[in-house]
């Protein structure tokens, strides 16, 4: 064979060995192609299983017959409980073995079987709706240093509230129990709701607001139920804090009436008086109070024991409106301003007159298109504010508001 021949049959088998090799690696690429769509391929099936599992539970869950309500009246020796179903009648029923049996007490809910009404089921605790709106989730963002003119009813509310649930040792140590109830009392607008708030805040407790109408119901036994449920929420919350405004609004000094509005409205009172006859003083929920209407309170709210601390809130004296004027007016832009003439012609304001005034001031300012107020705007808003209580101060008695 001739060298040339020789030649060329290497350069084809040189040219066969790369085919061969660039055949082979992309087989291997096509290999690793597949292998890598196989694992792709064998994660969307564990997804997809996973969701065809979830979506027939969710089937066979909409598939299932409703649960009955019921209410046990009694728990039997022998583990069964006696209910009383949503529809009417009491039965004696079993209880299913995935229950926990010391969660079954009287007063509980509880779900049952439409076929065999055995307990399937302990329902947590019903609460009224608005029972559970009062309570207020956000802590108030209100501070002591918020409040002004009123360092002798801030010092009485800390003794009887915030240090029997910040420090109750005192209390133990000189042998004596906290006050049960503190009733804040006074002409309105002077920081009665501020005070409950500010202690709520620096306690850290929870903090249930309710205006004593949300207790008047319509129905005979409605009131009394929101009312337990109230005191039931601030227990589970504890350490809490129960404010009710105008309470006067069921609180008034009970009277012979043939009105079954007033005789429910006396109902709902006595609740209140036997829930707050069941608190323990040196627990952790205290109650508070606030009325604008001292002289129609029924003296069974007023006995010790109950709201055995009054505070009265009066109107600010001069010194009091200064600090109320300097609290109000700290982020305002003065300008050659005296609170202490301010205050002198604004005798006989409350605090919230105060803060009126301070607003009417500004927009005196934003009238004149000044971004600055001066103190003859104050004087105007003073004369504009408190001329319209002039024939309100004469009225003005024992009965305030």
Request: overall charge negative; charged content about 30%; proline content about 4%.
């Amino acid at each position: 064979m001739s060298y040339q021949a020789k030649y060329d049959e290497g350069g084809r088998r040189e040219a066969d060995r790369v085919d061969a090799e660039s055949y082979l690696q992309n087989l291997q690429r096509r290999i690793k192609s597949l292998e890598l769509q196989k694992r792709n391929t064998e994660t969307e099936l564990v997804r997809l299983q996973r969701e065809n599992r979830e979506l027939r539970k969710e089937l066979d869950r909409l598939r299932s017959p409703p649960l009955i309500t019921a209410v046990v009246e009694d728990v039997l020796v022998d583990g069964r409980a006696v209910v009383k179903s949503s529809s009417g009648p009491n039965y004696v029923v079993n209880v299913s073995h995935f229950v926990n049996t010391n969660d079954i007490v009287v007063g509980s809910r509880v779900a049952m079987n439409q076929r065999t009404l055995s307990i399937l089921e302990v329902l947590p605790f019903s609460r009224d709706q608005a029972v559970s709106s009062m309570e207020i989730v956000k802590r108030p963002a209100v501070s002591y240093k918020d409040i002004g003119g009123l360092d002798l009813q801030i010092a009485e509310i800390k003794e009887t509230v915030e240090l029997p649930l910040k420090h109750p040792e005192l209390f133990e140590r000189v042998g004596i129990e906290p006050p049960s109830g503190v009733l804040l009392y006074g002409p309105p607008g002077n920081g009665k709701t501020q005070l409950a708030k500010a202690v709520a805040s620096e306690t850290e407790s929870t903090f249930i607001k309710v205006v004593g109408s949300e207790f008047v119901r319509k129905f005979i036994g409605e009131g009394a139920r929101i009312v337990r449920e109230v005191f039931q929420l601030a227990r589970e919350k504890g350490p809490s804090i129960v404010f009710i405004d105008e309470i006067d609004a069921i609180g008034s000094r009970r009277i012979d009436s043939e009105v079954s509005g007033d005789r429910e409205v006396h109902r709902t009172m006595m609740q209140l008086l036997s829930e707050m006859d069941g608190f323990d003083p040196s627990g952790n929920v205290k109650i508070l109070a606030a009325t604008n209407r001292p002289d129609i309170l029924d003296p069974a709210l007023l006995r010790p024991g109950r709201f055995d601390r009054l505070i009265e809130v009066p109107l600010p004296d001069k010194k009091g409106r200064v600090n109320v004027l300097t609290i109000h007016t700290r982020n305002m832009n003065l300008k050659n301003v005296e609170l202490e003439d301010v205050a002198e012609r604004s005798e006989n304001a409350s605090g919230a007159d105060l803060k009126a005034i301070c607003t009417e001031a500004g927009m005196f300012a934003i009238r004149e298109s000044r971004d600055y107020i001066e103190e003859a705007d104050f004087f105007s808003a003073c004369n504009k504010v408190l001329g319209s209580y002039e024939e309100k101060d004469s009225e003005s008695g024992l009965i305030y508001g």
